[in-house]
């Protein structure tokens, strides 16, 4: 695959950044290109089979509503051919252990070693196209990456004051001043060390209790991500809610969700794990839409209501967009054309490129879009949840893997239906 491992020496650490083909010597380059040819080979025949099976199952049944499961089981094959090219792209890209120097903290910053690090669907996006757009013209820059971290503080300059060597702690990557920690900054937190610039306890970085593992603790800035999604959406005791999308953020938002005690929360999703995982949180009923037709099943979970011109509609108050990895235009538009009067739609799925939006059923029910990007306070709020709930958040993580086995662990994350949370450890 490309992955070059270089053993760790005194005062030096790895690091995991994504190297272009140009980087890389002329063995490096055939590797992945063999691997392009395999998989993509692969892929073809897994989708046929995919496609031929949900036709099958249609004739067998007798269903004639095509045209609402249509748009649902679109749904998996778009998944299913997204990740699909991910893992092909992801195979003409190296991902690069480079050895460098273990920093030296300046009087304000703090040093870290990183214990665990999640992968993100930010970091498979990053993976199949190479980096980000960050050159002159929007040109593809290889990045370091990882953001979701938690790891000890083991050196702290003189002037910072909260912290101190030993502590288990947990980052705000967005508060870097060298930019976004994994995310077009100059650091990523998928490293044995990382420093922590101009640091300040509860702004850059917080402490969590010594009862989380440091596993549980990565969660913490993705169980972010969904808490803001929940607190953007308004949610009430008495609502109703309809998640799309069982992957990390989705199956977070179903947590928060049920934590702050709404009434209902149904969940839809294709692959039958994230189902189940979905259940084991806490959901109230899943929906597997590749089979199901949502709005009908949503009708039959939350009740008949109408939109503003009388039409029939579910009784669901809020639908959430968290579509894992690159989003989906058929989440939308089944919520759209589900939506009740006075209905909430937040999108906190990362859409790879613009869809169109029915803007005459928006019109009909009145609804309400609202978008939710990352987090404002969130971050470090939620810490004290995280610690008493961490054996039901514990349930979002399916694959624990070395980080001397990182490659391994972004084939499971961009392989579909393979891993829900995939959190890559650092020992000593």
């Not at 009087?107 to 960050?134: H, K, N, W, Y």
């Not at 060390?193 to 993705?222: C, H, K, M, Q, W």
Request: proline share 6%; hydrophobic share 45%; aromatic share 6%.
């Amino acid at each position: 695959m490309g992955f070059r491992r270089l053993d760790p020496v005194p005062e030096y650490g790895w690091g995991l950044h994504l190297l272009n083909l140009g980087q890389a010597g002329p063995v490096e380059s055939f590797l992945p290109v063999l691997m392009l040819a395999v998989l993509f080979g692969l892929s073809m025949d897994y989708e046929v089979f995919l496609v031929s099976r949900i036709r099958e199952e249609w004739a067998a049944s007798g269903d004639n509503r095509q045209a609402v499961r249509t748009g649902q089981a679109t749904t998996g094959r778009v998944i299913i051919a997204a990740a699909t090219i991910m893992i092909c792209v992801f195979s003409a890209f190296i991902l690069s252990s480079q050895q460098t120097g273990r920093p030296v903290p300046g009087p304000r910053d703090v040093l870290l070693r990183v214990r665990a690090c999640g992968i993100c669907g930010t970091d498979a996006i990053f993976v199949q196209i190479g980096g980000m757009p960050l050159g002159p013209g929007g040109q593809i820059t290889a990045i370091p990456l990882g953001h979701e971290l938690a790891g000890e503080t083991i050196e702290t300059g003189a002037q910072v004051t909260g912290l101190k060597p030993g502590d288990r702690v947990v980052i705000n990557p967005q508060a870097a001043p060298s930019g976004i920690i994994g995310c077009g900054g100059v650091q990523g937190g998928m490293s044995e060390y990382l420093l922590i610039e101009n640091a300040r306890a509860g702004t850059s970085l917080a402490v969590f209790p010594d009862t989380v593992p440091f596993e549980i603790a990565a969660l913490n800035e993705p169980m972010a991500v969904a808490r803001h999604c929940v607190n953007r959406s308004q949610a009430r005791i008495a609502d109703k809610v309809a998640v799309f999308g069982a992957g990390p953020i989705g199956l977070g938002t179903v947590i928060w969700l049920k934590l702050a005690g709404v009434r209902h929360v149904a969940v839809a999703d294709i692959i039958p794990g994230r189902l189940q995982t979905a259940l084991d949180v806490g959901a109230d009923a899943v929906i597997d839409s590749s089979r199901e037709d949502v709005t009908a099943r949503l009708t039959d979970l939350h009740g008949h209501s109408t939109n503003a011109v009388g039409q029939p509609r579910p009784d669901t108050g809020i639908y959430v967009d968290a579509d894992p990895g690159t989003g989906a235009a058929s989440v939308v538009s089944t919520a759209l054309r589900a939506a009740k009067w006075g209905a909430r739609l937040v999108t906190v799925a990362v859409h790879s490129k613009p869809e169109p939006i029915d803007l005459g059923a928006m019109l009909r029910s009145e609804v309400t879009i609202i978008a939710s990007q990352g987090y404002l306070t969130e971050i470090f709020e939620i810490i004290p949840q995280i610690a008493e709930y961490q054996q039901r958040f514990s349930r979002l993580i399916s694959h624990r893997v070395p980080f001397c086995e990182v490659t391994e662990a972004f084939q499971l994350a961009l392989t579909p239906g393979a891993a829900e949370k995939v959190v890559v450890t650092f020992n000593d």
